[in-house]
């Protein structure tokens, strides 16, 4: 079984800049795709950013210019946000796509989310 988890929200100012981090551990082969969404009071859930296996990246227009998908050293993917507004306030998911075992199933697991607050 595989499992990832969000780190790195917070309150911060808008202006101001976060660095959310997504681990996937368990019985990992690869990690291939890692895609953020978020959640904000009252709307649906959106694509924020994703990051190929080959190292592609796209964003939302929303966030374009602003914020950064990349992969870290082992099974780590961030997303740097710069020039937060309060309209980013959500609570942001991490997606992974994950080779499992000897490399013969994917599976796909979600994390819990983590908490986002920006204020104006």
């Known amino acids: 079984q595989v499992q990832v988890l969000e780190s790195g929200g917070d309150l911060v100012q808008a202006g101001g800049s976060l660095k959310l981090s997504c681990r996937a551990f368990?019985?990992?082969?690869?990690?291939?795709?890692v895609a953020w969404h978020r959640r904000a009071p009252g709307k649906e859930r959106e694509l924020v950013a994703e990051i190929t296996k080959g190292g592609r990246t796209d964003y939302a227009d929303s966030v374009k210019g602003r914020f950064t998908i990349y992969r870290g050293d082992g099974n780590t993917v961030y997303l740097q946000m710069n020039a937060l507004k309060p309209e980013d306030t959500a609570v942001y998911y991490c997606n992974a796509d994950v080779l499992v075992g000897t490399g013969s199933r994917r599976q796909a697991p979600w994390g819990q989310g983590t908490q986002v607050t920006v204020s104006s």
């Open positions: 368990g019985n990992i082969y690869r990690l291939d795709g």
